[in-house]
């Protein structure tokens, strides 16, 4: 990440305080894993305990002064843009971890929502007092105030009360929705600080953050995620490719990105009628509905999906939420009083299963044409 930030920046001074407080890191990494191996082996060892003590502090420190120097070249745009990403991955990795009764991976990525949150409030804070205070510190320091005050505790509560039901033997039933709402407010609430903040920029400025990412492979971090998941082609990540279509290409994505967008404005409305308090249908919409934005997000060089792997497994998702859809409204239709009702119901779920079928079909036949010959394709 340090490596990444370095690349990208072009303050010298302050990549060449970040490449040093990097390589104090990579010094003391070994031995801090040797003292706690020594630790481990003598577990009742004072010596041992004091050395771990040492090196722990000594760690702690050196990241706190990597963090900084890292901040100091990041612009505040930047930082919120990939914390909102990495707040979205994570809440999905909590619905999947409460879903599968995971509860380790429930609380660890509960655990890394709060400090990405905790660290976005702790830093637009000490960027708002770079500003006079007016209109637009306020409306800034309102969503703060709203995401920390009301937001995170809203997210701890449903947390601990997720993990004590799942703690239980055997697990005791609560409330998921409220779970996956509490979670999903925790990013519309770091999204919310983001669009606070970019109200002061720039029509020009707006219009460079919206650009497609480019990203060569040889500036790219070594212990970046990204690095081992991305799919790369001749050195260029998927991302890049997509930034490189024709202006035609790209007006017809817009063209269907609006037209999605469209689409969603409509869904919302009509899902917004219902209470999802033990409805299962509008929790499959919304979850849906969640995973094709992030699939348009894509085609802008935004969001948590990465390359073509991520939108095929997306696609997947959509089908596997379909076909689950498809079952509830079923039962429903076959409980429907009213044989012109049921008949419109049971012709609508036809086209339901027809679209999963075509997703499916669609993700099998990518998945298998990016791995053709060991080779990695990009395909529309």
Same mark, same amino acid.
């Given at each position: 990440v340090a490596n990444l930030a370095c690349s990208i920046s072009n303050n010298e001074e302050g990549v060449k305080l970040v490449r040093m407080a990097a390589t104090q890191i990579d010094s003391l990494c070994p031995q801090v894993i040797n003292a706690a191996l020594t630790l481990a082996a003598r577990p009742q060892s004072k010596v041992a305990q004091d050395n771990m003590d040492v090196f722990k502090d000594q760690w702690e420190k050196q990241v706190r002064i990597l963090t900084e120097a890292v901040d100091d070249i990041t612009s505040v745009d930047d930082f919120l843009s990939v914390s909102e990403n990495h707040i979205l991955e994570d809440v999905n990795k909590?619905? @999947? =971890?409460l879903q599968e009764g995971d509860v380790d991976t429930l609380d660890r990525t +509960?655990? =890394?929502i709060r400090g990405r949150a905790a660290r976005v409030v702790h830093i637009i804070n000490a960027e708002?007092?770079?500003?006079?205070p007016g209109v637009y510190t306020e409306r800034v320091l309102e969503s703060i105030k709203l995401l920390s005050? !009301?937001?995170m505790p809203r997210? +701890?509560? $449903?947390?601990?009360? =997720? @993990?004590? =039901? /799942?703690? !239980?033997? #055997? #697990? $005791? #039933?609560?409330e998921e929705n409220e779970f996956i709402d509490a979670s999903r407010l925790v990013y519309d609430g770091v999204r919310d600080i983001r669009k606070a903040v970019l109200m002061i920029r720039t029509p020009e400025e707006l219009e460079d953050d919206s650009d497609f990412e480019q990203e060569d492979y040889d500036t790219r971090s070594r212990t970046s995620v990204q690095t081992e998941d991305d799919q790369l082609i001749a050195g260029q990540s998927a991302r890049a490719i997509m930034a490189q279509l024709p202006q035609e290409e790209k007006a017809k994505i817009a063209e269907q990105v609006e037209s999605f967008r469209q689409e969603k404005s409509k869904l919302d409305a009509e899902v917004a009628k219902w209470d999802?308090?033990?409805?299962? @249908?509008i929790v499959l919409a919304k979850q849906m509905c969640m995973i094709m934005m992030e699939m348009t997000d894509f085609t802008r060089g935004k969001g948590p999906l990465k390359n073509s792997s991520d939108v095929i497994n997306a696609a997947k998702k959509i089908a596997e939420a379909g076909s689950r859809m498809d079952k509830l409204a079923r039962a429903v239709a076959d409980q429907c009083p009213d044989s012109a009702?049921? $008949?419109d119901l049971l012709a609508y779920l036809q086209r339901i299963a027809l679209y999963c079928h075509q /997703?499916? @079909?669609?993700s099998k036949v990518k998945a298998e044409v990016q791995n053709l010959g060991g080779e990695l394709i990009v395909s529309g």
């Open positions: 909590c619905v @999947i =971890a +509960a655990g =890394a708002m007092e770079n500003y006079e005050e !009301t937001v997210f +701890a509560e $449903q947390v601990e009360v =997720a @993990i004590e =039901a /799942l703690s !239980t033997s #055997p #697990p $005791q #039933p609560f999802d308090n033990g409805n299962d @249908i009702c049921k $008949q /997703l499916n @079909i669609c």
